[in-house]
Every structure is written in structure tokens, then in C-alpha cells.
């Protein structure tokens, strides 16, 4: 196993890895400091779905942090390819915010928000900030048919200043006990961001890493693409729960900060 300083990129989750809602950690500009001080690189893999990559640009500006669009790998991204490839020209309804069906339209997959459309061949979801008891009929109603069924990424929860709130994956649960019917999850935990950032850095799995708080999604998309993992305590995961899921980083830190002392060799044990 190679040292955590040895790596060439680094691909990090952002809410409960490098800040809390709106609030960045102190450790979140000196870790990107020194990626950048030791010539890595850097992308951030995010499964939230309810927000574009233009949204996440404006957002990292508010806390001082500076990046382009093409810095972000995203649940969207990955979505978006598997239904082109999926679908096609099919027409497919959209369960989730005005962005996420913005950025699927702008990827040329032919989408509605109408349950009525002639011809939908799927139902893809993401998180949406958005939600309406008519959504939640409207999909209802939909998935009573022989169509396919997407969704972005499987989180239950998306952390917030005050706790929690139910993300996509509650509300494919509530479908679920709706209808019976279980989406294919696209995001992390699978293989398919890290496949696609990758790609376009044309990096290594050998020369990477993934940064995240979660098990069940950062661990298990680290384990399941092949790369080596780092988890970080400031977020959603424990190490009680990756034990408990037999999903074993390989390195856990107290947060963003600690790594960054790694990195610049203050502390020695990674």
C-alpha cells in the first residue's frame, strides 16, 4: 500500500468531508493547499443531485474556494450517461428539481414533467428539494406501468446545520412502499464517478484516492471501483457503522485537517 502523500489525485466529497451545510471546516483550505503544493490534483465527487455543477461553483466562490465546473464529478453526470446509453431518443419523466431535469435536457435525453406524455420509457429521480405530494402521485402512477426506473444516488439523509433531511433515497423508499418498485441506483456506491473521473484526469486507480464521510456510499464507491480510501469522523459515518458493514477504508482520520497534516508530513502514519 502506498502513502497517502504518494497520490496524484484526490477525489473529494464535499458536505461532512470539506464543510457542513454552509459552514467550510478549518481544515478545508489547507488540505487543498497542500494537494496543489505537492502537484496532485483534485476533483469533487458529489451525489447530490438537486444542484448543478454551475450551482457548486457559486457556492465553493461564497467560502473562498475558486473552481470551474469541470471540477466536479456528479451523480447528475453519471445519470444522465446511463439513460443516453439506456434510452436514447426515448422520452423519459423527470422526478426531481428544475436543475436536474435542466441538466438532463442539456445532456439531450428527452425528458418531461408531464405524467400524461405519450411513450415514457423511464422515470429517473434524483434528490429533489423540490418535492410535491403530486410528484410523489404522479411517479406513483407511472411506476404502476412496465417502464424503467432511475435514480441518482441511493442517500437516505443529506446532512444540514441542524441535522438531517430525507434525501433521494427516503423517497424512493416511500416508492417503494407505494408501488413495490426499487430504481437502479446510479451514484456512489457504485463504481461509475470514480470510472469518470478517471477518464478525464487519465490518472490511475493506483494513483488515486477517495475522500468521504459516509460508509455506505464514499467507502463502499472507493472499495467498489478499486481505489484506495480515506474516511473522515466530520460527517455521517463512525467507524462502529463501517465495522459493522464490514467496509473497511483504508485510512480513517479525524477530519479534512488531519489529512492535510499528512500530506505535509507533520504526521506520520498514513
Known amino acids: 500500500m502506498c502513502k497517502l502523500a504518494d497520490k496524484n489525485l484526490?477525489?473529494?466529497?464535499?458536505?461532512?468531508?470539506?464543510?457542513?451545510?454552509?459552514e467550510l471546516f478549518c481544515g478545508t483550505h489547507p488540505f487543498l493547499e497542500q494537494v496543489k503544493a505537492n502537484g496532485a490534483k483534485y476533483l469533487f465527487l458529489t451525489n447530490n443531485s438537486s444542484k448543478s455543477a454551475e450551482a457548486y461553483v457559486r457556492k465553493l466562490s461564497q467560502m473562498g474556494i475558486e473552481s470551474q465546473t469541470t471540477d466536479f464529478v456528479t451523480s447528475v453526470d453519471a445519470t444522465a450517461a446511463y439513460v443516453s446509453r439506456t434510452y436514447g431518443n426515448q422520452t423519459v419523466y423527470v422526478l426531481g428539481t428544475a436543475s436536474f431535469c435542466k441538466q438532463l435536457t442539456e445532456a439531450g435525453i428527452q425528458t418531461t414533467t408531464d405524467p400524461d406524455t405519450p411513450g415514457i420509457a423511464a422515470l429517473v429521480m434524483g434528490f429533489d428539494t423540490e418535492l410535491t405530494f403530486k410528484k410523489l402521485s404522479d411517479a406513483s402512477r407511472l411506476l404502476t406501468k412496465n417502464i424503467g426506473y432511475v435514480a441518482a444516488n441511493p442517500d437516505l439523509v443529506c446532512p444540514t446545520s441542524f441535522g438531517y433531511v430525507p434525501d433521494c433515497g427516503s423517497v424512493a423508499g416511500m416508492l417503494k412502499n407505494a408501488t413495490g418498485k426499487t430504481p437502479l441506483f446510479i451514484g456512489k456506491p457504485e463504481p461509475a464517478m470514480v470510472e469518470m473521473a478517471l477518464g478525464r484526469t487519465g490518472m490511475t486507480k493506483e494513483q488515486t484516492v477517495l475522500i468521504g464521510d459516509r460508509v455506505y456510499t464514499d467507502m463502499a464507491c472507493g472499495i467498489n471501483a478499486g481505489i484506495d480510501t480515506v474516511m473522515v469522523l466530520s460527517g455521517e459515518g463512525t467507524e462502529e457503522e463501517a465495522a459493522a458493514m464490514r467496509i473497511f477504508p483504508t485510512w480513517i482520520m479525524r477530519d479534512i485537517g488531519e489529512v492535510a497534516s499528512v500530506l505535509a508530513g507533520h504526521i506520520v502514519n498514513a
Open 10 to 22: 484526490f477525489l473529494l466529497d464535499l458536505d461532512g468531508t470539506l464543510y457542513l451545510d454552509g
